[in-house]
């Protein structure tokens, strides 16, 4: 902005020259609507726009973003728009510091020049009266007459013909030689036009008003920062500025000049505000009527401080004008300092753009310097000419000044500027001509594979392998070889589409074949464990290449009419200068898009499909010697995620990598995974095809198999249907998965084939698939999991146990009854009686798969079903083998192992068979005498009258863990429900940290208004009933209908899941005591003890499961929900049970003590009674 005088038009002038004519780069200077000062203007006319002072077109370009494109150039609205201020003052600005707070512009720096701004008085006034010089002799009553009679009022061409001139200046009078034009009524002077005049007016008529007579002072426009009406009130100075267009009497720019010329030009006195450097000051140095500095009292900082700012100086209001008295002091020279918008720096040093492009504007416009001699020179040599001041010779001076102090404006330059372009051949360097030579090569052996591959096609390698899946990787190969070679090559624009879509698709039929078959290989392997078919189909093969390639061509299309790549510039600054003293931007071209992420999104599913393949591969490497390719595929595939990795890697690298070099690594890069590819995986897997396939020789068989020696287990879970029959199916299921997911994990470590379950059975086999000569000792040690005999306690007799009881006690079992027990504590009453009885037979045995959908791996045969009758005639908690698998433990020397069976168990469809309980005796025992004696010893010897007492020990440890067990569970049960119900105590008093205490309520559920409950409530201080009226009876306090709440949608909306609920540890102790206590006051009955309380608890349990449902809610808005959906429909629906958890945990804690201290008195007599 040239602002609107003419130091900074200089300025501006030298700046459009240094930025547009020496460092390229456009400029354009801001004026106002109708005006310009362009120094290319071909009108070449000095025209003073309107002071900004409020800097509100820097402003505007903060807003515009730093394009001032944006500005309404409509004269009716106009915009001021700009980046630059080469020339501010300090003192007086601050209505522009604003702007430096804001991050509007940088800091202001200077320029290098010292300004002045003083009040002046020509030379030839101060040699009539010295005393003028200095406010001394200005100021006072004293000198009021003196001030009035000196300093005169200017007078406008206009009003002087109008009101002084005796011919209206329709003839020359010696002051004006003629009437004023339209466009020159306001002028104070015009050479050979108006010499100016300086009149009497009333105000200087000291003999008529003696006490308020004054002077006159041309004074600056409000607006401009000066301080004449502060000074002078307080320093009692009777002068005063008669403007007419300004509030406080100030003179516009151009009427100063012209009153200055007018007191030369008819040796009036005059006192005047004014500045240098400034061409009208420099104009009169030197002559009579040279510029006096008038002294004021010197400056001091308080009195700077007390300096009034804009608002103040253009008040409406003259006393506000006036000021504190400490700001009436001279000013001071201050530094004239240079704005800069941040938008400059901003739109010049994009880090979108290249470091080479940067604009050097910023630097330059940093570096720029005038001083006050400097610029005074210019204005002499304007002012020299007299040509056409207004025109021509402003700007004839500023540009024969640059070119005689070109030294000067070059160290504006920033360093390395000037620059020039040159442009590079990228496929000319060595890096790009060897990968282009490099991927022509590699795509010339894919092509050459893919013709050997086709003539190797019916071989047994290929043959197996499946021709299309090698088809489909070389054609995948020569597409990214393809692509590298058109990286490297001349880059145009078809050229960059078509090597992204080539090495995108190309790299889809490389990795997803390599998926799909590792895959398989896997699914295989894990089929084959568990004896399985698995279908290895080539449509299905072909389908997912297809659609993965759909997928990927989806998002190429997306991307190339989003943000098609395109034939980009790369820009290099070099580090020396031409002989023209330029610095050289190399230019090459690459291939890119707007935004990086386009080709980020390609390489991550490059990558990630290579790593799921990596993962699987890694999986595959315990089959390698099983399946012929899985090593070659494994390390195909780490050598694929690998250079995906590296091609990330490069991407990551950003501005690190040239663009360029990019592209030529990368080329590279796919050249090399294709040349791998060929090396590690292509090439062996041909030069090891084989011979050709017989015509015969791919038709394959569904035949079973027949396994001559195996051992087969049958296990079923005794009691379980009458303990299945009062839970849901959701807990059936996960016991049973719980139960037989043990079993699996011991069948693997033991390599024990799992055939199937069926319900509660478990079928089992070893010898299949792989033989074993061992096959009954593995089995029998599945079975048993390592458990030897029963170990009495020391403080115990030794004891003789019968077969039964001794088959019952050291077996497999172990494992089902101690998960059994455990889990009692989740699936309730009778879970820890449960237990297995286990049949095994040895034989011979077939087994294959039956086509069909859904075909899983089958046994039949004789010995399956011996097998599965041998389970059947099993006791609870035994483990029943066959004659047959007897003997061959007795081969294997494990007889003691075995007790046989005294009476011969009849199999259906067999006859009697003589069977053997199974059990581990290797453990030492110590016989009554103390000598130490083996388990087979000790039940064949140790024989003892106490069995009776053993057994009574047994079944009283016995009853007391499962009285434990049931406590627990019941505590459990209640802790779920003591959860609920403090979820919904939270939701219903607003809160939302389920970690807050539970709040007490003296009411069901904490309002009065929805708990009309007519029973006893709990209140902090017991119980109280809800009537004053007093019972007789308990009965009297029985109620048909209980009232429970109604629904609120906002309490059901705030309630959290209860499993996000959690009760303090001490609460919970105090809920087990209770538990405990309550268990306590059960007696022993045969029948309405604490297992039958739990048991009710459970039944009670079960039936609150199918009314209370989760009440998930469905939103339709933020405020209502669908009112015959989830919460809402199950409250109507079960009368509100569902919003009420305390009302569930009374009806189950009713179940837990309804037969408290129960006689035992059958139900028939107490109805008797």
Sequence with gaps: HSQNWESAFFGTWILQILLSEMLDVPVSVEATAGLNNELYDSHLRLEYPEFDITGSGIKNAEEFEGDCRKASRDPDNYELCYHVLPETWAEGDNERLYLVEEGVVEQPREIGAMAEQYIFIPKFVAELDPSLVSYV??????????MAETFKTPTTWKYYCENLSASNCTVADGVASRPPKEDEVDFMFLQNGYKGFFRNTTENDCDSNPETCHGHIADYECTWAAFVPMQFHHLDIKLESAGSDDVGGGYSYTQLVQIWHAANETRSPVMMMWFQPEALYQSFIGTEAEFMHVLLPTQTQECVDARLEYDGRCSEDPIERQGPAEGAC?????????????????????????????????????????????????????????????????????????????NIVRTFIPETYPRTMKYEETDETTLFLATHVLSAMVAAFVVLSLIVTFLKRKTK??????????????????????????????????????????????????????????????????????????????????????????????????????????????????????????????????????????????????????????????MASRVREDINDARMLSLVIVAHLLFAILRMVMLLLGSSLDD??????????????????LVVFIAPTLATSGSEMSTDEDKTTNLPDLYLRTSILYADIAGFAAWASVRDPQQVFRFLESIY??????????????????????????????????????????AMYGQGVLLVASTVSPRVFSPSFFCGNRDLMSLMTNMSKELEVLYGPDTGTLSLRVG???????????????????????????????????????????????????????????IKRDDLVPIQGHGDMILYCLGKNGITHTNSGGESVTDHDALQNDLST?????????????????????????????????????????????????????????????????????????SGTGISNTSSHVYDTPLDEVKEIIALPAFDQKVAKRQKDADEIEIPEGALDQLKTFVTAIAGMYRDNPFHNFAHASHVVMSTMKHMNRIVAPTDLEMVDEENYVKHKAAAALHDYTY??????????????????????????????????
């Design 330 to 406: 001279d000013n001071a020279p201050q530094s004239l300092k240079k704005m800069i918008s941040k938008q400059v720096k901003l739109l010049g040093e994009n880090p979108d753009v290249p470091e080479a492009m940067w604009s050097p504007a910023h630097d330059a416009l940093q570096n720029y310097r005038l001083t006050h001699l400097q610029i005074g020179a210019m204005l002499s040599a304007w002012l020299d000419r007299g040509f056409d001041l207004d025109g021509f010779d402003p700007r004839h001076a500023t540009c024969e000044w640059v070119v005689n102090n070109l």
């Design 946 to 1018: 106490n069995h009776d007492e053993l057994h009574y020990i047994e079944k009283m440890e016995s009853a007391s863990e499962q009285k434990e067990r049931l406590i627990n569970w019941n505590v459990q049960v209640l802790h779920q429900i003591l959860k609920q119900i403090r979820a919904r105590r939270l939701a219903e008093s607003g809160k939302s940290n389920p970690k807050d205490a539970i709040t007490s309520s003296s009411t069901h559920g904490g309002d009065s208004s929805n708990a009309d409950h007519s029973m006893s409530v709990v």
């Design 1136 to 1169: 509100g049970i569902t919003s009420d958890p305390l009302t569930q945990f009374a009806c189950v804690f009713s179940a837990l003590i309804h037969d408290v201290d129960h006689p035992g008195v059958p139900n028939p007599q107490y109805m008797e009674e």
């Design 660 to 677: 360029v070099d990019r592209m030529a690594y990368t080329s590279l890069l796919m050249s090399l995974e294709c040349l791998a590819a």
């Design 741 to 782: 997911g043990a079993f699996d994990n011991i069948g693997e470590k033991r390599n024990v084939f799992k055939v199937e379950t069926i319900g509660d059975t478990y079928v089992a086999a070893t010898g299949i698939p792989t033989q074993r000569k061992d096959h009954a000792i593995a089995m029998s040690r599945f």
């Design 461 to 618: 390698t290929v043959y197996y392998l499946r021709s299309e899946f090698l088809y489909v990787i070389q054609a995948g190969l020569v597409m990214v070889a393809i692509s590298g070679f058109l990286l490297t090559g001349t880059t145009e624009e078809g050229t960059c589409v078509a090597s992204v879509w080539m090495s995108s698709l190309g790299y889809c039929w490389i990795l997803i074949p390599l998926l799909i078959r590792i895959d398989a290989i896997n699914k295989l392997f894990a089929s084959g464990k568990q004896m399985q078919r698995v279908r290895l189909g080539k449509y299905k093969f072909m389908l997912s290449v297809l659609g993965t390639s759909c997928a990927v061509a989806a998002f190429l299309l997306v991307w190339t009419v989003i943000d098609t790549p395109s034939v980009r510039d790369e820009f290099d600054l070099s580090n020396s200068p031409n002989p023209n003293g330029e610095t050289v931007v190399a230019v090459s071209s690459y291939c890119g898009s707007d935004d990086a992420v386009w080709y980020s999104v390609n390489v991550a599913w490059q990558l990630l499909v290579a790593f799921f393949a990596a993962v699987l591969a890694f």
């Design 840 to 898: 095994i037979h040895s034989g011979p045995i077939t087994g294959g798969f039956l086509k069909g959908k859904g075909a899983r791996f089958q046994l039949f045969g004789e010995t399956a079903q011996i097998a599965r009758l041998i389970c059947a005639s099993s006791d609870r908690g035994t483990i029943q083998v066959s004659e047959v698998t007897a003997n061959l433990l007795v081969q294997a020397e494990k007889s003691h192992w075995l």
């Design 137 to 146: 002799g200005l100021a006072g009553e004293k000198n009021r007459r003196k």
